[in-house]
C-alpha cells in the first residue's frame, strides 16, 4: 500500500485527478519538467535554503529513502529539545510527511514540557488552501508522535512574512481530503479527468488529455462544469457529439439542469462539432481608439521584466516596447509608454495582472488612479462574445482556438523571468511581447469587432485555419 | 529582490473605496457588453418578457422563467438588449410566480421617459446601473487628520471608564430587568471615555439594550446619533428607544420618502430632511445613516455615537458618524451577516466591519444568552458559531413546535432534533436546484397542513435570489391556504427576524464550481444567520456535494470546514430513503 504524502493533499486540491495518476504511477510516467519549471524549483530550493541557513537548525541523519530510521532520528531530535528541525520525517502506517521545519514550542506534550508545530517554507506572495491542508495534513501526524495536536502552524511567505493559523479550524477539511484519497487509492477511476485551465502545466498531460479527446468528453465543451457533465451523463448524453443534437422536452427531461445554461452548452457543443467560434448577438460596446498593453513579470520576485503596447490596438498597429530593469523603474517605464498614446485611449489588457499592478503603484506613489479607468479587460471581452469550440481559460488557448497559431511560437510566457536571467534574453522577452500583442490584436478583430448579428439572426460563424477546437490539448 | 509596499490603513481604504467604485463600474461596463444569455445565467438579465399591458399605472410583463437578482426597486432598462442606450428606463416592481408576470414601475426620477411599448412584444429587462459612492474619501482623510479617531482605529488607545457612571448604570441597567451579560455590556457603553463594543449574537436582546443604553444617555441630556448601514436597521433601533422612553424627543433624518416612515409618525418619531433639520441642544436622539447624518450642518456635534448592525457596516461608512462625536458605542456581531463588497479579493482588513476591526483591537461584551432559540438549535449555533458560548434563556430553552406525528417527514420534523440535514443528493451547477425546491415545499405543506404550525411562522431561506423564486413557485404551485404568509427569501432580507420553523436550501450541488468561485453557499456568517432565526427547529435542505466544496483562498476554506464539522453534527435523513419507505 502506497502512503498518502503531503504532496498529495497538494495535488488533491489542485484535481483529484492528478492525486489519483500520483498515487497509482511511477515518477517516470510523468511529464520531465520544462526548464523554467525547473528554474523555477531551483529558485524555491534556495530561497528554502537561505530562510533555513538564519535558523539553528538540526537535521535527522538517516540512509536514504529509508523513513523508519529518518521517523525515528526525528523522534530522537524532537525529544532532545531541538529548537528547530529541518526536513524532519513523520510517518504512521498509511501517512508519510516531510514538513519543511518543526518549531519548538512551550506546552506540554508527550515530550515533556514542549511540543512542536509545522512551518513550510513556500515561494508563494500570500497563503493559499493547499498550503495550509498540508501544513495540517503533517501537523495530524506531528500529533501522533507528541501526544498532542498543535495549536497553529505556519507558512513563511516569500517576502520572508510567517503567516500563522489555528490548526483547528482547518481539520476537518483536512481529514476529508486524507479519506478522498485514501478512496482514490484504492480505485483512481473514482476520479475522472475534466479539462480546466490547470490541464496546460500538469505533468499528467499527456495521460489524460488524449484520454479526453478519445472519449469526445463533455469536458471539452466551453462552460461546462462537473455538476452538469454529471447531470448529462445521468440522462445519456456522455459526448459533445450527443450534447450538440441534445434537446430534451421539459425540466424532467433535462435533469432540472437550468434551461438557458443548457442551451448554451448546446451550442458551445455545436461550435466544437463545427471547429469554429461562433461570435454572439450581444450589446455595442466600441473599444476604439485603443491601445493594447500587456506585460512580462516574475511572479516570484513580484516584479515586471518588461511592458509592451500596441497603438492602434491593430495587427498592423505600432509596437513599443521597454524593460524594467529595477522594480523601482516599473511606474517610470509603463507611464512612458502610456504618456506617448492619445491621452483617452483605451487601454486594452488580457486578465488582471496589469491592473493589480497598477493599483499598488498608484497608491505607493499617490499618482493620479484615473489610468485604471482607461482600462479594459480584453480576455473577459473575448470570453463571453463568442461561444468557442473548446473552453478557453488562457490567452493561449483563445489564440490557439480562434485564431489557429501557436501560442508559443516565441516562448512560453513562465519562461520570462529565466529569459531575464540569461545573456540576451531582452530580445526573446521583447520577441513575446510583440507575438501576444499582435495576437491580442488579431483577437479583437476576429472576435470583438465583428459586427454583432440583429437579434434573431443567424449568428456570425468563423472561418478558422489550423487546429482549432484543440484548447490546451 | 522581493518588494511589497507597506500601506497605512488610512492608504488600504482609500484604496478599497477606489477599488469598489471602480470595480463596480467596470463590471457595470463589462455586463454591459456580454451577450444577453450570459447576462441572463448572471441574473442580472430577463430574457423573453413579453408585455401584457399597462395595469394600474404598472406596467406587466409575462415572464416564463425568472432567474434574475432583480428586486423591487432596483432601476431596469427594457429594450432589445443590444443596444441599450435605446432602453427604456423603469423600476423593477413585484414579480408573481404563480402568474409568471412581473411588474415594472415608472421611475420616479424620469417620469417623462417615454414607454413605447407593444402589448404582445418580447423584451429584454437589463439592470440599469446607479450612481456610485458618497463622501466616503473625505471621510476617510478627515477620519485619520483627527488624532484620537486615528489612534483609536489604529487601535493604539486605552478605552477608560468614569466609574462613578459605571456604578450607576449597572443599577439603572439591573432595575429595568437585563441580565447580567446585559447589564455588564450596557453598564460598560454608558461609563466609556471613548468607545465600547457590544456582541449580540441571535436573539440575545442586543437592540433593547441599545434603546435602554440610549434612553440613559439622553435621559442625561446628552444628544446621540443613532446610525446604521441601512434606513430598515435605524428605524428598527429608534422603535426600541421608543418603547424604552416613551417621552425622549427623536428624530429620523431621511430625504425622500421611504418605508416605515408612518410607523415612525405612529411612534411619535419626528421625520426630518437633514439639510433643514433644527435640532435641540441637548436630550436628543437624532437617527439617520451614517450619510444622512454627515449631511446635518457641520457646526452640530453629538456627545456620543451609537451604532447598530455595525458588524455590517463598513469602516469608511462609519466614519461620518464617528466624525460628529467623540464617544462612539457599537452594538454589532461580527458572526452574523458581514458588509458587502463588490471587489473580489478585496483587501481584508480594509474591507472589514468596523466592528470586527475594533473587535480585533479592543475586545468586546458579549451577550451571552438567546430568548429565542430552544436548547437544540441553540447548541448548534453556540457550538458550530460561538464556540459554546451561548446559551438558551430557561423560557426558551424548552419549547417545541408543534408536531402531530403519522407523516412521512416525520423524521426530519421531529422536535426533539433542533437542526437536522435533510439530504438530497443532487449535482445542480449554478444558483438553481429543483430538487431542493420541491423538498421544501413538501416540508412547507406538512408543517402547515399537518402539524399547524401558522404559514407566518415559517420561513424558507437560500442564498441565491434565483432559488428563492424557485422556491417561492414550489410553495405556490402546493396551494397551501395562508401560504403567501410563509417568509421566502435570501438571509441578506430575513436577518433581524425570527420565525417558529425555518427551512434552509443550501441549493448548490457542483462541489467544483466552489474551488474557483468561493463556495458562497458555505458561508458560516450566512450560515449562523439562517439557522439562528429559529426558535424551535431549522432544517437544512442539501445536496452532500454541497459541503465537498474546497475553496482556494483561506478564508473560503475555513468556512468550508466550519461547515464540514457542522454537518458532521448533524442528524442526517436521506430524502430518498424518506420517499422510498412510503
Known amino acids: 500500500m502506497r502512503r498518502l504524502v503531503g504532496t498529495h493533499v497538494y495535488s488533491y486540491v489542485k484535481c483529484p485527478r492528478l492525486a489519483a495518476l500520483d498515487l497509482h504511477l511511477p515518477r517516470s510516467e510523468r511529464r520531465p519538467p520544462h526548464p523554467w519549471e525547473e528554474f523555477a524549483a531551483r529558485r524555491g530550493r534556495e530561497f528554502e535554503a537561505a530562510y533555513v541557513q538564519r535558523l539553528p537548525v538540526r537535521v535527522p541523519v538517516y540512509p536514504e529513502r529509508d523513513f523508519e530510521a529518518g521517523a525515528a532520528a526525528t523522534l530522537a531530535l524532537l525529544r532532545e529539545g531541538a529548537p528547530w528541525i529541518h526536513q524532519g520525517v513523520l510517518a504512521s502506517d498509511d501517512r508519510l510527511g516531510l514538513p519543511d521545519l518543526l518549531r519548538k514550542v512551550p506546552g506540554a506534550s508527550d515530550l515533556g514540557d514542549h511540543h512542536y508545530e509545522v512551518v513550510d517554507v513556500k515561494t508563494s506572495g500570500r497563503a493559499r488552501a493547499d498550503q495550509i491542508l498540508q501544513v495540517v495534513f503533517y501537523a495530524e501526524l506531528l500529533a501522533a508522535v507528541q501526544g498532542r495536536l498543535p495549536t497553529h502552524g505556519g507558512l513563511v511567505l516569500k517576502d520572508g512574512r510567517e503567516e500563522r493559523f489555528p490548526i483547528a479550524d482547518f481539520l476537518a477539511a483536512q481529514r476529508e481530503v486524507v479519506e478522498e484519497l485514501r478512496r482514490l487509492r484504492e480505485d483512481p477511476e473514482l476520479a475522472r479527468p475534466f479539462l480546466q485551465a490547470a490541464c496546460a502545466s500538469c505533468h499528467h498531460d499527456r495521460r489524460c488529455l488524449p484520454e479526453l479527446q478519445r472519449r469526445d468528453d463533455l469536458s471539452l465543451v466551453q462552460h461546462m462544469s462537473h455538476g452538469a457533465r454529471a447531470i448529462l451523463e445521468r440522462l445519456g448524453c456522455r459526448t459533445t457529439a450527443e450534447l450538440a443534437a441534445f434537446e430534451p422536452d421539459g425540466a424532467r427531461a433535462r435533469g432540472n439542469l437550468d434551461a438557458t445554461l443548457l442551451r448554451r452548452l448546446r451550442r458551445a457543443a455545436q461550435a466544437r462539432q463545427r471547429g469554429a467560434p461562433v461570435v454572439e448577438p450581444r450589446p455595442r460596446s466600441p473599444l476604439d481608439p485603443a491601445a493594447i498593453v500587456h506585460l512580462l513579470a516574475d511572479p516570484f520576485a513580484d516584479r515586471v521584466l518588461a511592458f509592451g503596447v500596441l497603438y492602434p490596438a491593430r495587427e498592423d498597429g505600432t509596437f513599443r516596447w521597454a524593460p524594467a530593469p529595477t522594480a523601482a523603474a516599473e511606474w517610470e517605464v509603463f507611464r512612458a509608454l502610456v504618456d506617448a498614446l492619445p491621452a483617452r485611449a483605451a487601454l486594452l489588457h488580457f486578465g488582471d495582472a496589469l491592473p493589480r499592478w497598477c493599483e499598488t503603484h498608484t497608491f505607493a506613489r499617490d499618482a493620479e488612479a484615473a489610468i485604471e479607468a482607461r482600462f479594459v479587460d480584453l480576455g473577459q471581452r473575448l470570453r463571453t462574445a463568442a461561444v468557442y469550440p473548446a473552453p478557453v481559460f488562457g490567452l493561449a488557448d483563445l489564440v490557439r482556438t480562434a485564431l489557429g497559431r501557436d501560442p508559443l511560437r516565441a516562448g512560453h510566457p513562465g519562461a520570462a523571468a529565466m529569459w531575464a536571467a540569461e545573456p540576451g534574453g531582452e530580445a526573446r522577452l521583447q520577441a513575446k511581447l510583440e507575438h501576444d500583442l499582435r495576437d491580442l490584436a488579431a483577437l479583437k478583430a476576429a472576435i470583438l469587432d465583428v459586427a454583432a448579428p440583429a437579434p434573431g439572426s443567424p449568428a456570425a460563424s468563423l472561418p478558422v485555419t489550423g487546429a482549432a477546437g484543440e484548447a490546451a490539448c | ?582
Not at chain 2, 9 to 25: G, M, N
Not at chain 2, 203 to 225: D, F, Q, S
Not at chain 2, 242 to 265: F, N, Q, T
Not at chain 2, 426 to 440: F, I, K, T, Y
Request: with cysteine; hydrophobic share 45%; proline share 5%.
Open chain 2, 1 to 582: 529582490m522581493i518588494r511589497r509596499v507597506q500601506l497605512s490603513l488610512e492608504q488600504r481604504l482609500l484604496r478599497f473605496l477606489a477599488r469598489e467604485e471602480r470595480d463596480e463600474q467596470r463590471s457595470q461596463r463589462e455586463l454591459r457588453a456580454q451577450p444577453v444569455e450570459a447576462r441572463v445565467l448572471d441574473g442580472e438579465c430577463i430574457q423573453g418578457a413579453a408585455f401584457r399591458g399597462e395595469r394600474a399605472g404598472a406596467f406587466v410583463f409575462a415572464v416564463d422563467d425568472n432567474g434574475s437578482k432583480f428586486r423591487p426597486g432596483d432601476p431596469v432598462l427594457v429594450g432589445d438588449g443590444i443596444d441599450l442606450d435605446a432602453g427604456m428606463p423603469l423600476v423593477c416592481g413585484d414579480f408573481d410566480a404563480a402568474r409568471g408576470e412581473l411588474r415594472l414601475e415608472r421611475d420616479p426620477y424620469q417620469r417623462d421617459a417615454e414607454v413605447p411599448l407593444l402589448p404582445g412584444a418580447s423584451y429584454v429587462i437589463d439592470r440599469r446601473p446607479l450612481g456610485l459612492q458618497g463622501r466616503l474619501r473625505e471621510a476617510v482623510r478627515a477620519a485619520f487628520a483627527d488624532p484620537l479617531l486615528a489612534l483609536v482605529l489604529a487601535g493604539d488607545h486605552e478605552p477608560q471608564r468614569d466609574e462613578p457612571r459605571h456604578a450607576r448604570a449597572v443599577q439603572r441597567l439591573a432595575a429595568v430587568g437585563l441580565n447580567p451579560a446585559q447589564v455588564a455590556a450596557g453598564a460598560a457603553a454608558i461609563a466609556t471615555q471613548s468607545l465600547a463594543l457590544v456582541q449580540g449574537p441571535p436573539g440575545t436582546g442586543k437592540t433593547r439594550l441599545l434603546a435602554e443604553v440610549v434612553a440613559a444617555l439622553c435621559g442625561a441630556g446628552c444628544r446621540i446619533a443613532v446610525c446604521a448601514y441601512t434606513h430598515r436597521a435605524v428605524d428598527n433601533a429608534l422603535l426600541a428607544i421608543r418603547r424604552a422612553a416613551a417621552d425622549l424627543p427623536i428624530v429620523k433624518l431621511a430625504s425622500s420618502s421611504g418605508d416605515g416612515r408612518d410607523e415612525l409618525r405612529a411612534a411619535s418619531v419626528q421625520v426630518l430632511d437633514a439639510r433643514r433639520a433644527r435640532l435641540a441642544d441637548k436630550g436628543v436622539v437624532v437617527g439617520g445613516t451614517c450619510f444622512q447624518i454627515a449631511k446635518l450642518h457641520e457646526s452640530y456635534r453629538f456627545h456620543y455615537a451609537v451604532f447598530d448592525e455595525a458588524g455590517q457596516l463598513p469602516i469608511p461608512h462609519a466614519l461620518p458618524g464617528m466624525l460628529r462625536a467623540s464617544r462612539w458605542l457599537f452594538f454589532g456581531d461580527h458572526h452574523q451577516l458581514p458588509p458587502v463588497v463588490t471587489t473580489a479579493g478585496a483587501d481584508p482588513e480594509a474591507a472589514a466591519s468596523i466592528f470586527a476591526h475594533l473587535h480585533t483591537r479592543f475586545g468586546s461584551h458579549l451577550l451571552d444568552t438567546t430568548y429565542r432559540m430552544n436548547a437544540g438549535v441553540c447548541e448548534v449555533v453556540s457550538r458550530a458559531f460561538y464556540g459554546q458560548r451561548l446559551r438558551p434563556a430557561a423560557a426558551a430553552a424548552g419549547r417545541r413546535m408543534p408536531f402531530v406525528p403519522g407523516g412521512r417527514l416525520d423524521e426530519v420534523l421531529d422536535p426533539e432534533h433542533g437542526v437536522v440535514w435533510l439530504r438530497i443528493d443532487h449535482d445542480q451547477p449554478g444558483s438553481r436546484s429543483l430538487e431542493e425546491a420541491h423538498a421544501v415545499a413538501d416540508l412547507v405543506e406538512d408543517l402547515v397542513v399537518r402539524h399547524g404550525v401558522p404559514p407566518a411562522e415559517v420561513a424558507v431561506i437560500a442564498p441565491f435570489r434565483a432559488q428563492v423564486r424557485l422556491l417561492r413557485s414550489a410553495i405556490q404551485h402546493k396551494a397551501i391556504r395562508g401560504a403567501e404568509a410563509v417568509v421566502v427569501d435570501t438571509v441578506e432580507r430575513i436577518q433581524g427576524q425570527e420565525r417558529e420553523v425555518v427551512l434552509v436550501s443550501l441549493t448548490a450541488g457542483d462541489p467544483h464550481s466552489g474551488r474557483v468561485r468561493g463556495a458562497f453557499h458555505l458561508s458560516t456568517n450566512r450560515l449562523n444567520v439562517a439557522l439562528s432565526r429559529a426558535r424551535t427547529k431549522a432544517v437544512l435542505v442539501a445536496s452532500g456535494a454541497a459541503f465537498r466544496a474546497l475553496p482556494h483562498d483561506p478564508e473560503g476554506l475555513r468556512m468550508a470546514s466550519c461547515c464540514k464539522e457542522l454537518r458532521d453534527r448533524l442528524v442526517c435523513i436521506d430524502l430518498s430513503r424518506l420517499y422510498a419507505a412510503h
